[in-house]
Protein backbone atom coordinates (compact mmCIF):
# COMPACT_ATOMS: atom_id res chain seq x y z
CA UNK A 1 0.00 0.00 0.00
CA UNK A 2 1.14 3.38 -1.06
CA UNK A 3 1.99 6.47 1.36
CA UNK A 4 -0.76 8.49 0.76
CA UNK A 5 -0.97 12.22 0.94
CA UNK A 6 -3.49 11.61 4.02
CA UNK A 7 -0.86 10.25 5.74
CA UNK A 8 1.45 13.09 5.37
CA UNK A 9 -0.51 15.89 6.08
CA UNK A 10 1.56 17.62 7.73
CA UNK A 11 4.43 17.35 6.22
CA UNK A 12 2.66 19.07 2.95
CA UNK A 13 1.73 21.88 5.62
CA UNK A 14 3.85 25.12 4.51
CA UNK A 15 6.24 26.45 8.02
CA UNK A 16 6.47 22.70 9.13
CA UNK A 17 10.03 22.96 11.24
CA UNK A 18 11.01 19.64 12.04
CA UNK A 19 9.76 15.95 11.32
CA UNK A 20 11.24 13.13 14.11
CA UNK A 21 10.22 9.84 15.03
CA UNK A 22 12.95 8.27 12.36
CA UNK A 23 15.97 9.97 13.40
CA UNK A 24 17.49 8.08 16.40
CA UNK A 25 20.29 6.28 16.69
CA UNK A 26 20.64 2.79 16.66
CA UNK A 27 23.05 -0.50 18.02
CA UNK A 28 24.99 -1.12 14.66
CA UNK A 29 27.00 -3.58 13.99
CA UNK A 30 27.37 -5.13 17.48
CA UNK A 31 27.24 -9.12 15.67
CA UNK A 32 30.54 -8.26 14.37
CA UNK A 33 31.75 -8.56 18.06
CA UNK A 34 30.49 -11.91 18.17
CA UNK A 35 30.58 -13.36 14.70
CA UNK A 36 33.53 -14.04 11.53
CA UNK A 37 31.82 -12.94 8.39
CA UNK A 38 32.66 -15.16 5.44
CA UNK A 39 30.87 -14.62 1.76
CA UNK A 40 28.99 -17.13 0.10
CA UNK A 41 28.28 -17.92 -3.40
CA UNK A 42 25.50 -20.22 -3.02
CA UNK A 43 21.85 -20.76 -1.35
CA UNK A 44 23.06 -22.19 1.55
CA UNK A 45 27.24 -23.31 3.08
CA UNK A 46 27.82 -26.12 5.57
CA UNK A 47 30.60 -27.13 7.51
CA UNK A 48 31.95 -30.15 8.23
CA UNK A 49 33.61 -31.73 11.77
CA UNK A 50 36.08 -33.87 11.55
CA UNK A 51 37.01 -36.32 14.18
CA UNK A 52 40.73 -36.47 14.08
CA UNK A 53 42.56 -39.53 16.20
CA UNK A 54 42.68 -41.03 19.18
CA UNK A 55 45.71 -40.54 21.96
CA UNK A 56 48.51 -42.70 20.56
CA UNK A 57 48.61 -46.26 22.24
CA UNK A 58 52.33 -47.47 23.36
CA UNK A 59 53.70 -50.06 20.95
CA UNK A 60 55.17 -52.97 22.94
CA UNK A 61 58.30 -54.73 20.89
CA UNK A 62 58.25 -56.71 18.42
CA UNK A 63 54.42 -56.12 18.05
CA UNK A 64 52.52 -54.28 14.85
CA UNK A 65 51.26 -50.83 15.35
CA UNK A 66 47.89 -49.86 15.82
CA UNK A 67 45.88 -48.05 12.80
CA UNK A 68 43.32 -45.31 13.56
CA UNK A 69 40.33 -44.23 11.43
CA UNK A 70 39.27 -40.54 10.60
CA UNK A 71 36.21 -39.91 10.03
CA UNK A 72 33.22 -36.92 10.01
CA UNK A 73 31.49 -36.35 13.13
CA UNK A 74 28.91 -33.81 12.13
CA UNK A 75 27.62 -30.73 9.28
CA UNK A 76 26.39 -27.35 10.46
CA UNK A 77 24.38 -26.34 7.50
CA UNK A 78 23.32 -22.12 6.86
CA UNK A 79 20.54 -21.26 4.97
CA UNK A 80 20.69 -18.13 3.84
CA UNK A 81 17.49 -15.77 4.34
CA UNK A 82 16.43 -13.12 2.14
CA UNK A 83 15.29 -10.14 4.00
CA UNK A 84 13.70 -7.46 2.65
CA UNK A 85 11.39 -4.32 3.11
CA UNK A 86 10.26 -1.56 0.97
CA UNK A 87 7.88 1.46 0.71
CA UNK A 88 5.69 3.47 -1.53
CA UNK A 89 5.24 6.75 -2.42
CA UNK A 90 1.55 8.16 -4.26
CA UNK A 91 2.49 10.03 -7.01
CA UNK A 92 0.44 12.92 -5.70
CA UNK A 93 2.20 12.98 -2.83
CA UNK A 94 5.73 13.17 -4.49
CA UNK A 95 4.02 16.47 -6.88
CA UNK A 96 2.98 18.72 -3.62
CA UNK A 97 6.27 17.75 -2.40
CA UNK A 98 10.10 18.54 -2.10
CA UNK A 99 11.18 15.28 -3.78
CA UNK A 100 14.16 14.58 -1.99
CA UNK A 101 12.81 16.07 1.73
CA UNK A 102 9.98 12.93 1.83
CA UNK A 103 12.43 10.30 0.34
CA UNK A 104 15.17 10.55 1.97
CA UNK A 105 13.30 10.53 5.27
CA UNK A 106 11.98 7.43 4.74
CA UNK A 107 14.73 5.66 3.24
CA UNK A 108 16.83 6.58 6.46
CA UNK A 109 13.60 5.31 8.18
CA UNK A 110 14.12 2.02 5.66
CA UNK A 111 17.58 1.23 6.08
CA UNK A 112 16.88 1.18 9.77
CA UNK A 113 14.28 -1.54 9.72
CA UNK A 114 16.99 -3.88 7.84
CA UNK A 115 19.89 -2.91 10.51
CA UNK A 116 17.49 -3.72 13.51
CA UNK A 117 16.62 -6.77 12.39
CA UNK A 118 20.05 -7.91 11.12
CA UNK A 119 20.84 -7.45 14.93
CA UNK A 120 17.77 -9.24 16.25
CA UNK A 121 18.49 -12.33 13.87
CA UNK A 122 22.22 -12.15 14.82
CA UNK A 123 21.35 -11.99 18.37
CA UNK A 124 18.92 -15.39 18.03
CA UNK A 125 21.61 -17.52 18.32
CA UNK A 126 22.62 -16.21 21.85
CA UNK A 127 19.32 -15.75 22.78
CA UNK A 128 18.60 -19.67 21.67
CA UNK A 129 20.99 -20.72 23.21
CA UNK A 130 20.15 -23.05 25.87
CA UNK A 131 16.71 -23.91 23.63
CA UNK A 132 16.63 -27.32 23.01
CA UNK A 133 14.32 -26.49 20.10
CA UNK A 134 17.23 -24.86 18.24
CA UNK A 135 19.86 -27.36 17.12
CA UNK A 136 23.60 -27.14 15.67
CA UNK A 137 24.77 -30.02 13.88
CA UNK A 138 25.47 -32.26 16.34
CA UNK A 139 22.29 -32.20 17.29
CA UNK A 140 22.33 -30.55 20.41
CA UNK A 141 21.69 -26.60 21.20
CA UNK A 142 24.39 -24.30 21.45
CA UNK A 143 25.39 -24.79 24.89
CA UNK A 144 24.40 -27.58 26.75
CA UNK A 145 25.79 -30.07 28.99
CA UNK A 146 25.86 -33.26 26.99
CA UNK A 147 27.33 -32.46 23.50
CA UNK A 148 28.07 -35.81 21.92
CA UNK A 149 31.37 -37.13 20.64
CA UNK A 150 32.51 -39.59 18.51
CA UNK A 151 34.20 -41.33 20.85
CA UNK A 152 31.14 -41.60 22.83
CA UNK A 153 31.44 -39.30 25.39
CA UNK A 154 30.23 -35.99 26.09
CA UNK A 155 31.56 -32.32 27.32
CA UNK A 156 29.55 -29.27 28.26
CA UNK A 157 29.92 -25.69 27.25
CA UNK A 158 27.28 -24.84 29.82
CA UNK A 159 27.57 -24.94 33.68
CA UNK A 160 25.83 -28.00 35.69
CA UNK A 161 24.45 -25.46 38.18
CA UNK A 162 23.35 -22.75 36.45
CA UNK A 163 24.67 -19.31 37.76
CA UNK A 164 24.68 -15.21 37.69
CA UNK A 165 27.72 -13.16 36.20
CA UNK A 166 30.07 -13.49 39.37
CA UNK A 167 33.89 -13.88 40.18
CA UNK A 168 33.30 -17.59 41.00
CA UNK A 169 31.17 -18.45 38.12
CA UNK A 170 33.40 -16.44 35.86
CA UNK A 171 36.49 -18.49 36.41
CA UNK A 172 34.84 -21.82 36.76
CA UNK A 173 33.74 -21.00 33.00
CA UNK A 174 37.68 -20.13 31.90
CA UNK A 175 38.36 -23.15 34.26
CA UNK A 176 36.28 -25.21 31.75
CA UNK A 177 37.02 -23.92 28.79
CA UNK A 178 40.50 -24.90 29.35
CA UNK A 179 39.50 -28.73 29.42
CA UNK A 180 37.33 -28.58 26.57
CA UNK A 181 38.14 -31.69 24.25
CA UNK A 182 38.05 -32.61 20.98
CA UNK A 183 35.99 -35.16 19.28
CA UNK A 184 38.23 -38.56 20.20
CA UNK A 185 38.76 -36.81 23.69
CA UNK A 186 42.14 -35.17 23.67
CA UNK A 187 42.14 -31.74 25.35
CA UNK A 188 42.68 -28.74 23.08
CA UNK A 189 44.56 -25.22 24.45
CA UNK A 190 41.38 -23.00 24.32
CA UNK A 191 40.75 -19.96 25.50
CA UNK A 192 37.86 -17.61 26.74
CA UNK A 193 39.17 -14.21 24.48
CA UNK A 194 35.47 -11.91 25.05
CA UNK A 195 32.81 -11.79 27.62
CA UNK A 196 29.56 -10.74 25.84
CA UNK A 197 26.64 -10.11 28.47
CA UNK A 198 22.92 -8.11 28.15
CA UNK A 199 22.86 -4.44 29.20
CA UNK A 200 21.77 -5.45 32.48
CA UNK A 201 25.06 -7.08 33.51
CA UNK A 202 27.47 -4.12 31.94
CA UNK A 203 27.99 -2.71 35.63
CA UNK A 204 29.15 -6.43 36.94
CA UNK A 205 31.58 -7.13 34.29
CA UNK A 206 32.96 -3.63 34.90
CA UNK A 207 33.45 -4.14 38.26
CA UNK A 208 34.94 -7.95 38.02
CA UNK A 209 37.19 -7.21 35.09
CA UNK A 210 39.02 -3.61 35.38
CA UNK A 211 38.86 -3.34 39.23
CA UNK A 212 43.07 -4.26 40.26
CA UNK A 213 41.86 -5.74 43.20
CA UNK A 214 39.14 -8.69 43.97
CA UNK A 215 35.46 -7.62 44.09
CA UNK A 216 33.40 -7.36 47.12
CA UNK A 217 36.02 -8.28 49.81
CA UNK A 218 38.17 -6.68 52.59
CA UNK A 219 41.23 -8.76 51.44
CA UNK A 220 44.10 -7.21 49.75
CA UNK A 221 43.86 -9.96 46.67
CA UNK A 222 44.71 -9.26 43.47
CA UNK A 223 42.11 -9.69 40.38
CA UNK A 224 42.97 -12.83 39.40
CA UNK A 225 41.43 -12.62 35.84
CA UNK A 226 42.67 -9.10 34.88
CA UNK A 227 45.95 -9.94 35.99
CA UNK A 228 46.84 -13.37 34.47
CA UNK A 229 45.52 -11.59 30.99
CA UNK A 230 42.75 -13.48 30.67
CA UNK A 231 39.61 -12.44 28.50
CA UNK A 232 41.85 -9.90 26.76
CA UNK A 233 39.08 -8.48 24.30
CA UNK A 234 37.49 -7.61 27.78
CA UNK A 235 33.58 -7.54 27.89
CA UNK A 236 30.72 -6.47 25.29
CA UNK A 237 27.30 -5.51 25.69
CA UNK A 238 24.93 -6.84 23.39
CA UNK A 239 21.55 -4.62 23.31
CA UNK A 240 19.57 -7.32 21.43
CA UNK A 241 20.34 -10.27 24.23
CA UNK A 242 16.84 -10.82 25.91
CA UNK A 243 17.68 -12.85 29.03
CA UNK A 244 19.10 -9.96 31.52
CA UNK A 245 21.35 -12.34 33.42
CA UNK A 246 22.71 -14.73 30.56
CA UNK A 247 25.93 -14.31 30.15
CA UNK A 248 28.75 -16.15 27.47
CA UNK A 249 32.27 -16.06 26.93
CA UNK A 250 33.39 -16.51 23.33
CA UNK A 251 36.46 -18.79 23.39
CA UNK A 252 39.43 -18.29 20.45
CA UNK A 253 38.06 -21.64 18.77
CA UNK A 254 38.29 -21.64 14.85
CA UNK A 255 34.93 -21.97 12.59
CA UNK A 256 32.73 -20.92 15.39
CA UNK A 257 29.75 -18.43 15.09
CA UNK A 258 29.71 -17.80 11.62
CA UNK A 259 27.92 -14.65 9.55
CA UNK A 260 27.50 -15.54 6.09
CA UNK A 261 26.84 -13.11 3.53
CA UNK A 262 25.26 -14.00 0.27
CA UNK A 263 24.05 -10.46 -1.01
CA UNK A 264 24.96 -7.35 0.75
CA UNK A 265 22.46 -4.89 1.37
CA UNK A 266 21.25 -3.07 -1.88
CA UNK A 267 18.86 -0.56 -2.41
CA UNK A 268 16.68 0.49 -5.80
CA UNK A 269 13.60 2.81 -6.43
CA UNK A 270 11.54 3.18 -9.39
CA UNK A 271 7.91 4.34 -10.41
CA UNK A 272 5.31 2.28 -11.30
CA UNK A 273 3.43 2.74 -14.23
CA UNK A 274 -0.18 1.99 -13.45
CA UNK A 275 -0.24 4.07 -10.47
CA UNK A 276 2.59 6.47 -10.85
CA UNK A 277 4.29 6.12 -7.71
CA UNK A 278 7.35 5.84 -6.44
CA UNK A 279 8.61 2.28 -4.90
CA UNK A 280 11.77 2.15 -2.56
CA UNK A 281 13.16 -1.12 -1.86
CA UNK A 282 15.84 -2.78 0.63
CA UNK A 283 16.83 -6.08 0.07
CA UNK A 284 19.83 -8.51 1.62
CA UNK A 285 20.89 -12.25 1.69
CA UNK A 286 22.80 -13.64 4.91
CA UNK A 287 22.87 -16.31 7.33
CA UNK A 288 24.15 -16.60 10.80
CA UNK A 289 24.63 -19.88 13.43
CA UNK A 290 27.76 -21.75 14.26
CA UNK A 291 29.94 -24.34 13.64
CA UNK A 292 31.53 -25.61 16.61
CA UNK A 293 29.77 -25.28 20.08
CA UNK A 294 33.79 -24.69 21.31
CA UNK A 295 33.11 -21.33 20.08
CA UNK A 296 31.50 -20.35 23.52
CA UNK A 297 31.13 -21.19 26.98
CA UNK A 298 27.26 -19.73 28.31
CA UNK A 299 25.06 -19.61 31.76
CA UNK A 300 21.88 -19.21 31.45
CA UNK A 301 21.84 -17.35 34.99
CA UNK A 302 20.60 -18.60 38.60
Known amino acids: MAISRSQLAKELEPGLNALF ?7 E ?20 MLSGFGAA ?12 DAQEAYTSRYNHETVALGFSITEE ?29 AASIL ?14 ELCATDHPLTNGSTFANEPSTPADLNETSLEDALISIAGFVDERGLIIALKGSKLIIPRQLQFVAERLMVSNLRVGTADN ?12 EGYVVNDYLTDTDAFFIKTDAPNGFKHFERLSLTTAMEPDFDTGNMRY ?22
Open 21 to 27: GMEYNRY
Open 29 to 48: GQHSEVFDTETSDRAFEEEV
Open 57 to 68: PTKQEGSALAFD
Open 93 to 121: AVEDNLYDRLSSRYTRGLARAMAHTKQVK
Open 127 to 140: NNAFNSSFKGGDGK
Open 221 to 232: DVNAIRSMGLLP
Open 281 to 302: KARERYSFGFSDPRCVFGSPGA
